[in-house]
Structures are given as C-alpha cells and as structure tokens.
Antibody, heavy 117, light 110 residues
Framework: QVQLVESGGDLVKPGGSLRLSCAAS????????MSWVRQAPGKGLEWLSY????????NYADSVKGRFTISRDNAWNTLYLQMNSLTAEDTAVYYC??????????WGQGALVTVSS | QSALTQPPSVSGSPGQSVTISCTGV?????????ISWYQQPPGTAPKLIIR???TRPSGVPDRFTGSKSGNTASLTISGLQAEDEADYYC??????????FGGGTKLTVL
C-alpha cells in the first residue's frame, strides 16, 4: 500500500535551517508529482510547493518563495524540503502529499517543525 | 491566488444530512473542475474524500457527495454518523499546479 513517511522535524531557532525528508513506498514514485502542505497549530491547510515527476518543474507559495526549496531523488524514492531563514510563523506540521488528478490522494503522517528561541 | 470561503462550522444529528459550501472569490471555481474535499479527524492527517468535484476515491462511503453550481462547490454528507465528526477542507487545483485551500469547516455530530 502507498506509504509516505516524513522525517526531520525538530525544534529550531529563528533564522535557522532544517531539511525534511519524505520516504515513499508502495507505488512508482517517479511517476507522480509531489507536494508539501503545512498546517500551523489550530489553523487550516496551506499549500507550500510542488515538484514534477522528473524534477523539471517546481512552484512555491509566496510565503516560502526564496526560503524553501523542494527536491526529489527518484532513485531513492524520497522527497525533500529544504527550509532556510525560518521564523516563528513557519511553526507547523508539514505533510508530504502525492498528487493525483489535481488532488492529494495520499498524505504522510506529518512532521512537526517548531521555530522558537 | 484567490481564497476559498467555507463556513467555520456546521452541525447535525445522527442520520441527518449536512452540506458544506466552498465559494470562490472571482468565478474561479466555476471554471475549474479539479475541486477536492478532505476530511481531517482530530490529530490525524487529511484524507481525500472527493476529487474532481464529484469523484469518490475507492473506499469512501457513498454517503459523501460532491457537487458544484456556479462559483460554489458543495460537500453533502448524508446519514450522519458519529465518526464523521472532523474538519473538512475544500481545495482547488489551479492552472499553474498550485493548490488553494478553503479555511476549513468543523463538523459536529450532535
């Protein structure tokens, strides 16, 4: 069955960096677009970024453009999110999501990122 | 990108039906058919329950129905059950491969 397992969430100081990983299994990873979506405590869902199946195309939400970088390694079935210049507003649960016909048909369990001094 | 507007909360008794609306700002929903709905019980990850306005993924009960009229998409849950209590989010997939989410609706089963 499809599994997406995020890792790398941690407590980080403002201005710091963190890299999230998402290990995919149970499907042909290289065939799918992938996205990152986050959810701040008690808040709604916020789309952050997507990457095409062969990494040719990416896009970012304005809130993270220039600070976050999405990438993938199809040989290792892994999605990444490099996050720099973190602020308290980036505190959230970060979800790795598989795209299918314009929807997120599978979500990971989430990785908690806390930005605090 | 425009935001999608959902009511903050809805409620219903077991066995009843409830409808959650999702309204676009500038006729965007009217033109896009990649409208999805997600269910998120407390403390869990979102789960896709409707894609492309009306399509239910495998395993989703037919009590969940999606529709669209003009610039408003709707999710109707019939035969409410206690396990349906959750937050529900609509989303729209845009032409530049981004997602716009609604603010979410908390469903309470009385």
């Amino acid at each position: 069955q499809v599994q997406l397992v995020e890792s790398g969430g941690d407590l980080v100081k403002p201005g710091g960096s963190l890299r999230l990983s998402c290990a995919a299994s149970g499907f042909t990873f290289r065939d799918y677009y992938m996205s990152w979506v986050r959810q701040a405590p008690g808040k709604g869902l916020e789309w952050l970024s997507y990457i095409s199946s062969a990494s040719h195309y990416t896009n970012y939400a304005d809130s993270v453009k220039g600070r976050f970088t999405i990438s993938r390694d199809n040989a290792w079935n892994t999605l990444y999110l490099q996050m720099n210049s973190l602020t308290a507003e980036d505190t959230a649960v970060y979800y790795c999501v598989r795209e299918y016909y314009g929807s997120g048909d599978h979500w990971g369990q989430g990785a908690l990122v806390t930005v605090s001094s | 990108q425009s935001a999608l507007t959902q009511p903050p909360s809805v409620s219903g008794s077991p066995g009843q039906s409830v409808t959650i609306s999702c309204t676009g700002v500038s006729s965007d929903i009217a033109y896009y058919n990649r409208i999805s709905w997600y269910q998120q019980p407390p403390g869990t990850a979102p789960k896709l329950i409707i894609r492309e306005v009306t399509t239910r993924p495998s395993g989703v009960p037919d009590r969940f129905t999606g529709s669209k009229s003009g610039n408003t998409a709707s999710l109707t849950i019939s035969g409410l059950q206690a396990e349906d209590e959750a937050d529900y989010y609509c989303s729209m997939y845009t032409t530049i491969n981004t997602w716009v989410f609604g603010g979410g609706t908390k469903l309470t089963v009385l």
